[in-house]
């Protein structure tokens, strides 16, 4: 009977010590970890890369959604509210930040503007003289060119080390390698476009790879005027781009991600030539979000059309 109770005992003592434990391990599984709040899918992405598996990254834009339209939400403005860090394009991409801006500082927010440390350009694009745009104004895109992504990489390197200092050398192996890898990426964008016989790109959509065509000594052609999505070229520009197409014999039109191509389509149904995608990187699809797309992938598929597009050479 001794023997009994004491079995009962131990093993009512074994249960408390195993509970305890198991409430530890919860406890420990429960604790949150810091909030990084990204507008665009290139932040998101290059944070992502940076910090692991040591912070929570959010991405605001829903995937599938076009960045141009997007409106702050009242669930959007709750994530913001509590996050650690809040990395945003700038105020040309998102002039919805102006509003709050007061608000996330109060909070104790860490605001990053990821567009103070790069020289915003402004082009009037197309270069054909064809053609005529009003000047434009500061072009937002500024990620389109892979070494304003490694300035971008570099700024959100300083803000993540400077709430969390004790993994810096984690965070500093991380950008690094991004930083590695956004350098082979210009290496073989300059030898595509180098080795190519056309140095234009044609498109259906509007101009978002301003940067990236400055940075490779690319023309860039479209109908459309600024960045809006709502915008709607004219009968003559259309027409102008035909033109175009059938005076230089230009292999392919190329059209945007996320939008109804239909500019792009007409065009290709009307000249014969091929419908390529170039992809700005402003967002991605719920899929891609998925797998685990980066903005490397996306800008080496853009490489593969363009090689396409520009009849690169070996």
């Known amino acids: 009977m001794k ?4 079995y009962i ?31 665009l899918f290139p932040q998101y992405d290059f944070t992502n890369i940076i910090v692991g598996d040591k912070f929570e990254v ?37 002039p919805w930040v102006s509003n709050i801006l007061e608000t996330l500082e109060k909070e ?22 064809d053609l005529d745009h009003e000047d434009s104004q500061y072009d937002p895109h500024y990620w389109t060119d892979p070494m304003n992504a490694k300035i971008m990489v570099d700024e959100i390197l300083k803000a993540v080390v400077s ?19 956004l350098d082979r990426l210009d290496e073989d964008i300059k030898r595509v476009v180098n080795n190519s016989e ?28 600024g960045f809006s999505p709502n915008a709607e070229p004219s009968a003559q520009a259309i027409a102008k781009i035909m033109k175009i197409v059938k005076e230089t014999g230009a292999k392919a039109i190329f059209y945007e991600e996320l939008i109804d191509p239909k500019i792009a389509k007409t065009i290709s149904e009307q000249t014969g030539i091929e419908m390529l995608e170039l ?20 800008m080496y598929k853009n490489l593969d059309n363009l090689k396409k597009g520009l009849g690169y050479h070996e």
């Open 3 to 6: 023997r009994r109770i004491i």
């Open 198 to 225: 056309s140095n234009t790109i044609i498109s259906g959509g509007h101009f978002a790879l301003g940067y990236f065509a400055n940075r490779y000594g690319l023309e860039y052609i479209s109908p459309y005027e």
């Open 279 to 298: 992809n700005a990187a402003h967002n991605v699809s719920k899929e891609q979000l998925e797998t685990g797309i980066h903005y490397v992938d996306i």
């Open 163 to 181: 709430i969390d200092k004790n993994n810096e050398e984690y965070y500093n192996q991380n950008a690094n390698k991004l930083k590695d890898d």
């Open 9 to 39: 005992v131990l093993s009512f003592i074994l249960l408390i010590s195993l509970a305890g434990c198991m409430s530890d391990e919860n406890d420990k599984n429960s604790e949150t970890k810091p909030i990084i709040t990204t507008t």
């Open 108 to 129: 104790d927010i860490y605001v990053l503007d990821l567009s103070e440390n790069i020289k915003l350009e402004s082009f009037n694009y197309p270069s054909h003289d």
């Open 58 to 94: 959010v991405l605001l834009l829903p995937p599938g959604v076009e960045a141009h339209s997007y409106e702050l939400s009242p669930k959007d403005m709750k994530t913001l509210l509590s996050s650690d860090i809040f990395i945003y394009t700038g105020e040309a991409m998102e």
